[in-house]
């Protein structure tokens, strides 16, 4: 289990960091929370690039301890990064965009297309996670 808890914290962590650093600071597309100033869009991007750092961070401690430990599995470590970076875009796509209305992926356009491809490569990721966690658990119990 910590395999796949290292590799999703991780997984969560790089999809985040992405996030932040294309759609935020590089194409400025939106901010983590739009419904205020652009000065408390900046402050909520400052924690949400906070939250994304400790999740790396506290990934890569784990991922140092399978490896002290012996216990590092790739399959199930790969498994759990595609599943929580998949996760994350899905969760951010439907309920911070739609179900919350924290933030649009833009503004301005007819986001649809936006909405799409965003859910789309969410819903690849997380299928790709869930197989290869699954194909990782019967080739262990088949061993």
Not at 99 to 125: E, F, K, M, S
Request: hydrophobic letters at 50%.
């Amino acid at each position: 289990m910590r395999n796949e808890l290292s590799g999703a914290m991780l997984g969560l962590g790089i999809a985040a960091f992405v996030d932040e650093t294309v759609f935020h600071q590089l194409l400025h597309w939106h901010h983590f929370y739009d419904g205020s100033t652009p000065a408390a869009g900046l402050v909520s991007d400052g924690v949400f690039h906070a939250f994304s750092w400790f999740c790396t961070v506290a990934a890569l401690f784990l991922f140092a301890d399978l490896r002290r430990r012996r216990v590092y599995s790739g399959p199930r470590w790969w498994g759990g990064l595609l599943t929580g970076a998949g996760a994350f875009q899905l969760y951010d796509g439907t309920i911070q965009h739609k179900l919350l209305g924290l933030h649009q992926i833009r503004y301005d356009v007819d986001v649809a297309p936006y909405d799409w491809a965003w859910n789309i490569v969410a819903v690849a990721l997380l299928a790709a996670g869930v197989v290869l966690l699954a194909r990782s658990r019967r080739t262990a119990v088949a061993a």
